[in-house]
């Protein structure tokens, strides 16, 4: 009876270390699979066949190697996507989500939700980064635990040969970090860029947890928008002036027409109302005073001496009054002198067209 009992206890030792083995086994594979990717970088493609080879391979060349590369093809009608499928044959660090055409605040958004690294880099699909852009910039954000890093940036030419290697030694020199308190005004205390989003390392969980994402619908301004809502909730931020990322310019002249200059105010009234949607998460000191001399610094310049059109100027003044004093009495925010004076010459614009219209 005892050794009965003996070979089962010993069958039962032997099966449950082979069980263990089993699992330890399968664990160890699911963490070779699953390694801890540190930087997801997020490319919105849309039509740019000429130039999205050079760009993945300066992606595809980084020195470091634990990241994932989300290539958003936003309903491309050229040869992209065929692009892509061949850069992701020889490299499984990139994911391809195909959409039907949004815009580049859509394609982004998914980026932002499919992404599982630690950090977040915007890339567009004709720029270029430099082999050490996610390496310096990812261990330069552990080390100071920022929520945002903000790197150097320089441009070229369409057709411009451009050298990604670095000329000068890296300069430790060149970073700076800065803090601020929750009443305090991010915008003086980190004086970070607040219009472009490429050129930036964003934390993940900072803008999972601040519910930051890109407002669809806005096709010019809207890495502004992004960037304000986010730096009004950053605490830990870091400059970095070595140059990492290369934005592409095109040869075309950039004079501002009046159709742009009515596309671009379309767009600003659209930024102006999710800003004020937004007007909570701006929670520090002189909040008001930031947010209203921001707005009328989008649009006041634009109407009152840019538009040649009168029905144009009228139509617009009516548009920004109408949203300004709906917010300013809903978030009881008082304008300075200097605003009032804009408020006011923009209402008259707009009774006088009431006035010709009677």
Not at 127 to 135: F, G, N, R
Not at 205 to 228: A, M, P
Not at 293 to 321: A, P
Request: glycine residues 4%; contains cysteine; charged residues 30%.
């Amino acid at each position: 009876m005892t050794k009965t009992k003996l070979n089962i206890s010993h069958k039962y030792v032997v099966y449950v270390l082979y069980m263990f083995l089993v699992l330890l086994g399968l664990w160890l594979s699911f963490l070779k699979s699953h390694k801890l990717i540190k930087v997801s970088i997020i490319v919105p493609v849309y039509n740019t066949e000429k130039y999205l080879d050079s760009c993945l391979k300066s992606i595809e060349n980084q020195t470091l190697k634990d990241i994932e590369i989300i290539c958003i093809n936003d309903g491309s009608k050229d040869n992209s996507l065929e692009i892509l499928k061949k850069h992701k044959s020889k490299d499984n660090r990139i994911k391809i989500i195909n959409q039907e055409n949004a815009g580049v605040s859509a394609a982004r958004n998914a980026g932002i939700r499919s992404a599982v690294g630690e950090y977040i880099a915007f890339v567009d699909s004709d720029d270029l980064i430099s082999p050490d852009m996610c390496e310096r910039n990812y261990n330069n954000s552990k080390k100071y635990d920022t929520d945002i890093t903000e790197f150097g940036n320089i441009t070229f030419r369409d057709g411009e040969e451009i050298s990604l290697e670095r000329k000068e030694i890296y300069d430790e020199s060149k970073i700076i970090f800065s803090s601020c308190q929750n009443n305090e005004n991010p915008f003086n205390k980190l004086k970070i860029d607040g219009s472009v989003v490429w050129n930036k390392l964003w934390k993940r969980d900072f803008l999972i947890k601040n519910n930051i994402y890109f407002k669809e619908g806005i096709s010019l301004g809207e890495d502004s928008l992004f960037d304000w809502i986010a730096i009004a909730q950053a605490r830990r931020v870091l400059q970095d002036t070595n140059v990492f990322y290369y934005y592409r310019i095109g040869r075309e002249s950039s004079a501002m027409g009046q159709s742009n200059l009515i596309k671009q105010l379309k767009n600003y009234m659209l930024i102006i109302k999710e800003i004020f949607n937004n007007y909570d998460k701006f929670n520090f000191e002189e909040k008001d005073t930031w947010i209203s001399n921001h707005v009328f610094w989008m649009c006041y310049d634009r109407i009152y001496n840019q538009l040649e059109d009168q029905e144009n100027k009228i139509n617009f003044s009516k548009e920004f009054v109408n949203i300004l004093n709906e917010n300013l009495k809903k978030y009881n925010i008082k304008l300075n002198e200097r605003n009032k004076q804009k408020l006011e010459d923009l209402d008259n614009i707009y009774n006088s067209g009431v006035e010709i219209k009677l």
